[in-house]
């Protein structure tokens, strides 16, 4: 079975930086291509970042570029999101989630393109 565990979130003052990890199991990570998500309480899951399936292409949201960093270590079965200057706005559950290859094209921002997702790790920034 296909298990995503995400750790590494936390509290943090604004303008802090926090890592997560992404763990995946139980699927082909070097073909898969990798997202966080994040939702805030009482509000839509959002789109964060994502990245192919082979780190060659990244993508950002833009309350995120040029703040948050994804990257992916295929012989780990990691992805990463590294954040920094955090603003409270960034407060919210991140989830990460993962989509196997297929011959299709999926938008990388497509939150229902995703087949696995993790259970997320908070994150919570304070003013």
């Known amino acids: 079975q296909v298990q995503l565990v995400e750790s590494g979130g936390g509290l943090v003052q604004a303008g802090g930086s926090l890592s997560l990890s992404c763990v995946a199991s139980g699927l082909t990570f070097s073909r898969s291509a990798m997202g966080w998500f994040r939702q805030a309480p009482r509000k839509e899951r959002e789109f964060v970042t994502a990245i192919n399936w082979s780190g060659a292409t990244a993508y950002y949201a833009d309350s995120v570029k040029g703040r948050f960093t994804i990257s992916r270590d295929n012989a780990r079965n990691t992805v990463y999101l590294q954040m920094n200057s955090l603003k409270p706005e960034d407060t919210a559950v991140y989830y990460c989630?993962?989509?196997?290859?297929?011959?299709?094209?999926?938008?990388?921002?497509?939150?229902?393109?995703?087949?696995?997702w993790g259970q997320g790790t908070p994150v919570t920034v304070s003013s």
């Open positions: 989630a993962a989509r196997e290859y297929a011959d299709v094209y999926v938008p990388p921002r497509d939150r229902d393109g995703y087949e696995f």
